[in-house]
């Protein structure tokens, strides 16, 4: 079986060496979905799957009984403020374990520092690094098997809290416990292979004055050169806010893939130390999506119609993987995409459609949602843009926001492993469509130099659904073309209240555009309403002959019908003294101004322009 990557629009035909396909029974990958849906049919078939293996290292002590012991300080006096209490540690609603397609339950509260090392890196016990109070919290997986144990003990987690005599102690204690992570000596000694990933160290924010800190290591990798295979990876998240510090300590076998259970936990954790409360008894940290759908405004389009083919191009990897055909979601069946502790998707929507692939290391996931209206779609796209703005590491992973464009309102990025690790890459794409927003999603095996090649291919399948989504624009699908339409014609004299031949002042002073910058005297710039073009522009503007070019976006029509998308027979009839050849096609308006048509192979229009008579910036 070929990678089914390979088989999109041949997706690696430019990568050097054969790829290595996996069977669904090698494929271990843990989660770097989109999302991971709660219903059973994912849920029994996913590929977060956990390698059998027992976790060779740990196995975190307290007195040996599952029962929550009295909880008291630990020898040796109280915090410099108030005792700590069971209160400070995480609950286990407040735990993620999204991964393993399972749940968090306590086996274990106890305080003092126990028989066993707090965390396998720690240079000492919390109270030799000057502790006065600690108390401990264990969990194990709850078992996904009715026949099986109630606890499943293979993977771990653990929380530790301690106070110290002041700020300055606590500091230094976390400051030491970060300090050792990168040996982590008595591991190392045990494992020499212990690495602590790349770029997998990252700043936390959390809701409390202090600071937090993230690491993913991995070690005892027994990886088989013919797939499959595991490791095992240790994912620790460190807290200090006045004289506490918080540590958490995530330990599991499976393929090198972290989760992203530990920088969705840390904020929480935080809130825990300081206050003794939680945010909330929900699982998941709070997403828009799951509130009440907001209102929409008179005449917008909301609900979705079956037929609208999110699932163009999908791969269906048959006995492979598994394939869910379009289907309409409640908000609670999604998970929340989190990058650096801020939730990207779903934001607060009316209807949502979706559908997903996925077979031996490979996803391809689409969600299509809309929106009361089209600003409130408008802010969905934003806030996916204002939730990366420095975002470079999340989930011991590299995010990189990618310039793309797709002729719309869109935002691409990626998260990849870091460099030096194994290759994982997962390449997003957010496109705007009148008030409705598509996501796309896609996972393989290759790293992130290679992350604008399959954002190019990903971006070929956006604007062919895109064309479908004219049904959540104002005018809907008329005019002639199946691409969005637009109440504003593109010509004879140009765009809205812009004229072609105006100066740059008055253009600006209509607030249709934004210069952006200028090459070899042509100010380029970007129409108002639409975000900027990556590498493009929107037309320019000249001292000499004031707004010589307005290039058309996707929907733009001329008084004609015409815009990207119409085909080169519609293209011949509106205008039948049209001139050209090559694809490059011209007709002269009565005005001196002249539409420009580049047309591909496949006889569709790809570009558009209202241009003057006299322009100087292009040939």
């Known amino acids: 079986m070929s990678d089914p990557i390979d088989r999109l629009s041949g997706f690696a035909s430019s990568f050097e060496g054969e790829i290595m396909p996996r069977t669904a029974a090698d494929a271990r990958r843990r989660g770097d979905t989109i999302r991971r849906r709660r219903h059973a049919l ?46 400070n540690l995480l609950a286990d609603e407040e735990t993620r374990a999204d991964g393993f397609n399972s749940s968090w339950l306590t086996s274990g509260t106890f305080s003092g520092d126990g028989q066993a090392p707090f965390h396998p890196c720690a240079p000492k016990p919390l109270t030799s690094l000057g502790a006065t109070d600690v108390l401990n919290r264990e ?121 992203e259970e530990m920088d969705q936990m840390i904020p929480v954790a935080a809130q825990r130390l300081v206050t003794g409360s939680g945010p909330g008894t929900t699982t ?58 801020t939730d990207l998707w779903p934001p607060a929507h009316v209807d949502a459609l979706s559908t997903w692939a996925t077979g031996p290391e490979y996803s391809d996931d689409r969600d299509l949602l809309t929106f009361g209206s089209v600003d409130d779609a408008v802010a969905a796209v934003q806030s996916i843009r204002d939730g990366l703005q420095g975002c470079a590491h999340s989930n011991g992973q590299v995010v990189t926001t990618h310039d793309v464009d797709t002729g719309y309102d ?63 624009t104002a005018d809907g699908c008329s005019g002639g073309s199946d691409s969005v339409s637009t109440e504003v014609p593109l010509g004879p004299d140009g765009y809205g209240d812009l004229t072609i031949g105006m100066s740059e002042q008055e253009a600006v002073a209509t607030g249709g555009l934004t210069v952006t910058g200028t090459d070899f005297g042509c100010r380029h710039f970007t129409l108002a309403g639409y975000a900027p073009r990556a590498n493009s522009t929107d037309g320019y503007i000249t001292a000499k002959n004031g707004l010589e070019s307005i290039f058309a976006r996707p929907g733009m029509l001329t008084p004609e019908g015409i815009g990207i998308g119409s085909t080169l027979d519609e293209l011949r009839a509106a205008y039948p003294d049209l001139s050209g050849s090559d694809g490059i096609f011209s007709e002269t308006l009565d005005n001196g101004n002249w539409y420009l048509f580049d047309v591909q192979a496949d006889h569709q229009v790809s570009q558009l322009a209202i241009v003057a008579h006299r322009q100087t910036c292009f040939d």
């Open 284 to 341: 998941a940290p709070p997403t828009a999506g799951t509130s009440s759908p907001p209102q929409a405004d008179p005449g917008v389009t909301t609900t979705i119609p079956d037929d609208i083919p999110i699932d163009l191009d999908l791969v269906d990897m048959g006995s492979d993987g598994d394939y869910q055909a379009p289907e309409h979601l409640q908000p609670s069946d999604f998970e929340p995409l989190t990058l650096c502790g």
């Open 410 to 472: 869109s935002v691409t990025f990626s998260t990849a492993c870091p460099a030096g690790g194994p290759p994982c890459l997962t390449v997003y794409q957010a496109t705007r469509v009148g008030n409705a927003v598509l996501l796309t999603s896609i996972y393989g095996e290759y790293s992130v130099d290679d992350a604008d090649h399959v954002a190019s291919v990903r971006t070929d399948i956006t604007k062919n659904i895109a064309t479908h989504l004219c049904v959540f």
């Open 139 to 259: 969990w194990s997986l709850k078992s996904t098997t009715k026949a099986a144990e109630r606890l499943n003990g293979q993977d771990s987690l653990q929380e530790s809290v301690a106070s110290f005599a002041d700020a300055r102690a606590a500091q230094a204690a976390y400051d030491a416990i970060a300090g050792a992570m990168p040996a982590c000596t008595q591991l190392a000694s045990t494992f020499p292979d212990y690495e602590l990933q790349a770029g997998a160290t990252t700043d936390v924010a959390i809701p409390a004055d202090g600071s937090a800190q993230y690491f993913a290591a991995r070690f005892d990798d027994e990886q088989d050169p013919q797939g499959g295979g595991y490791t095992h990876v240790l994912e620790t998240g460190l807290v200090v806010s006045g004289d506490r510090i918080a540590v958490l300590t995530l330990a599991y076998a499976g393929q090198d893939y972290v989760t």
């Open 42 to 87: 994912v849920a029994a078939g996913s590929a977060a799957a956990v390698v059998a293996v027992a976790v060779p290292v740990f196995a975190f002590a307290s007195g040996g009984d599952d029962a929550d012991p009295p909880v008291g300080p630990a020898t040796g006096g109280t915090s410099g403020t108030s005792a700590l209490s069971a209160d």
